[in-house]
């Protein structure tokens, strides 16, 4: 069936490091979306990418949608303490459905 | 703007028992969906509905899992008889159209924990 892997599974990280998660689909998707999901939280929407080779910024987090949008990364520069959690990427392959990468957990340490 | 709503936060129940959770989405949002998230994995869509119509329910086992959304607002996940392996964290999200690409509103989510 359709898959969306994610890796690493975990990272841990000094603070002020740099922190990357890259997500791979089985199959072409229509849009990406990435959420973060904060220890003990619900999910949370982060951006959506819906162009081939789209790149999005929000302050120190870089989205990346793929050429061939079957692959997308999130890259936090200079992490901090505030960045813990468990980040998602989420594919649409077609149609309404969404599904879920497994997603990677970040560890800060001060 | 009030967010999703759902209850209970925490459902500890014994095995082949009965369980039901309740889901109140954003005032408007014609979309609704239900996820099942074990420990260490991301959100599983258990099914998704648009209005009171089911648009997606390829991954709920039917045999124990129904669900219901009448009058297109809020909703109903039951489980009957639960099993070991449902001890999750279920979650409901709704968005405003359900359309490719619709932004996803979580609720808090109920523990469900099965002994």
């Known amino acids: 069936g359709q898959q969306v892997m994610q890796i690493p599974q975990y990272q841990h990280v000094q603070e002020g490091e740099d922190f990357t998660t890259y997500c791979n689909s089985s199959?072409?998707?229509?849009?990406i979306q990435w959420y973060k999901q904060r220890p003990g939280g619900h999910p949370v929407f982060l951006i959506q990418?819906?162009?081939?080779?789209e790149v999005k910024k929000q302050k120190r987090l870089t989205f990346q949608f793929g050429e061939a949008k079957k692959n997308s990364s999130l890259h936090i520069t200079a992490t901090q303490t505030t960045d813990v959690g468990t980040y998602f990427c989420?594919?649409?392959?077609?149609?309404?459905?969404?599904?879920f990468g497994a997603g990677t957990r970040l560890f800060v340490k001060a | 703007e009030a967010g999703v709503a759902q209850s209970p936060r925490y459902k500890i129940i014994e095995k082949r028992q009965s369980v039901a959770f309740w889901c109140n989405p954003i005032?408007?949002?014609?979309?609704l969906y239900w996820y099942q998230q074990i420990l260490g994995q991301g959100p599983k869509l258990l099914i998704q509905f648009q209005n009171n119509g089911v648009v997606d329910d390829s991954q709920l086992p039917k045999d124990r899992f129904s669900a219901e959304r009448l009058k297109g607002v809020d909703s109903t996940l039951k489980i009957q008889p639960a099993k070991l392996e449902d001890s999750a964290v279920y979650l409901c999200a709704s968005s405003l159209g359900g359309g490719v690409g619709d932004t996803q509103y979580f609720g808090p989510g109920t523990r469900l924990t099965v002994l």
């Open positions: 989420a594919g649409q392959p077609g149609g309404f459905k969404t599904i």
């Open positions: 005032s408007g949002h014609a979309t």
């Open positions: 199959t072409t998707l229509s849009n």
């Open positions: 990418l819906v162009k081939s080779g």
